[in-house]
């Protein structure tokens, strides 16, 4: 069982900054894929983000140049940068991890004003 803890989302305007956190109960080594998905209403549930466990680094086009997830071993947790900010990126962030088995927080709110 993997419990998995995100934070950091809000309201910001458009082009403001936020960053995400995701606090995992595990060595995040263990994971051989850590990511965001969002999901904004009416919309499917769709990857933002990912990171595997060589450091490969995937990105949707929508947020290319302006979002960047890294992690930090020491403190089993991954975040998302989010810089440059649209409306368009309003949506509940999702944290999600992998090990041959998937696990998904609960989701962090993000809006973003005009």
């Known amino acids: 069982q993997v419990q998995l803890v995100e934070s950091g989302g809000g309201l910001v305007q458009a082009g403001g900054s936020l960053r995400l956190s ?14 965001w998905y ?5 919309k499917q ?3 933002v983000a990912s990171i595997t466990r060589d450091d490969r680094l995937n990105y949707a086009d929508s947020v290319k140049g ?3 997830i890294s992690r930090d071993n020491a403190k089993n ?5 989010m810089d440059s900010l649209k409306p368009e990126d309003t949506a509940v962030y999702y944290c ?6 998937l696990y998904w927080g609960q989701g962090t709110q993000v809006t973003v004003s005009s």
Request: charged share 15%.
């Open 96 to 101: 999600r991890v992998s090990n041959g088995y």
């Open 45 to 47: 549930r769709e990857l």
């Open 66 to 68: 302006r979002f960047t």
């Open 77 to 81: 947790t991954v975040y998302l940068q």
């Open 22 to 35: 995701c606090a995992a109960s595990r060595s995040i080594f263990s994971f051989n894929v850590m990511g």
């Open 38 to 42: 969002r999901q904004a209403p009416g």
